[in-house]
């Protein structure tokens, strides 16, 4: 994303905590400046979830700082999984399988597992004349990721199914996999 502008204060803090996070560690991205908001209109409950005391919004947005002040975006919250205790961010997990040349369209989900939580499960859409296997795209995040950000469940779809907005419904990919394996959810 870049460094922040002078006029503008953003820092990388533990979500629990508050505590501003060490260089290299990601945290929730915080912003406070006289462009940033104030709070919701008629909306008290949602302002003091978003705005603290001191003026700063919380984002929900996942970043990190280098050690030259440039700052990384690293995902949304909300696109988070948590297995094994580790969050795991969708995006970067979608980054690595997109790297893949016959990868078109990559989207991760989590889904209910007994003993880690949740699992990452990837949808895969293949370029046209292309062609790839689950061994492929699982090698490629091995060499690429912490093993327990590897997916443990690929499929590969003929097209992601889409919002209005051109997001990926995420929720439908995690309903149709939790029905195949029949998961209880």
């Given at each position: 994303m870049g460094r922040p502008r002078?006029?503008?204060e953003i820092r990388v803090v533990d979500r629990e905590t508050g505590r501003p996070q060490p260089?290299?560690?990601?945290?929730?991205?915080?912003?406070?400046?006289?462009?940033v908001m104030k709070g919701y209109y008629g909306k008290p409950t949602e302002t003091s979830e978003a705005v603290n005391a001191d003026g700063w919004l919380h984002t929900g947005d996942v970043g990190r700082f280098d050690a030259d002040g440039y700052l990384?975006?690293?995902?949304?919250?909300?696109?988070?999984?948590?297995t094994s205790g580790f969050n795991v961010s969708c995006q970067e997990v979608e980054e690595v399988l997109s790297q893949h040349p016959?990868?078109?369209?990559?989207?991760?989900?989590?889904?209910?597992?007994?003993r880690d939580t949740e699992?990452?499960?990837?949808?895969?859409?293949?370029?046209?004349?292309?062609a790839c296997t689950e061994t492929e795209l699982l090698q490629l995040c091995r060499t690429r990721l912490a093993r327990f950000k590897v997916p443990r469940h690929v499929r590969f779809v003929d097209?992601?199914?889409?919002?209005?907005?051109?997001?990926?419904?995420?929720?439908?990919?995690?309903?149709?996999l939790v029905r195949e394996l029949k998961i209880d959810s």
């Open positions: 002078e006029t503008i260089v290299g560690t990601p945290g929730e991205i915080v912003i406070r400046a006289f462009t990384y975006f690293d995902g949304r919250y909300k696109d988070m999984l948590k016959a990868v078109l369209y990559a989207s991760l989900v989590g889904i209910p597992d007994a699992i990452g499960a990837a949808f895969v859409q293949v370029r046209p004349g292309a097209a992601l199914p889409l919002s209005a907005s051109g997001k990926v419904q995420k929720f439908v990919l995690r309903a149709e």
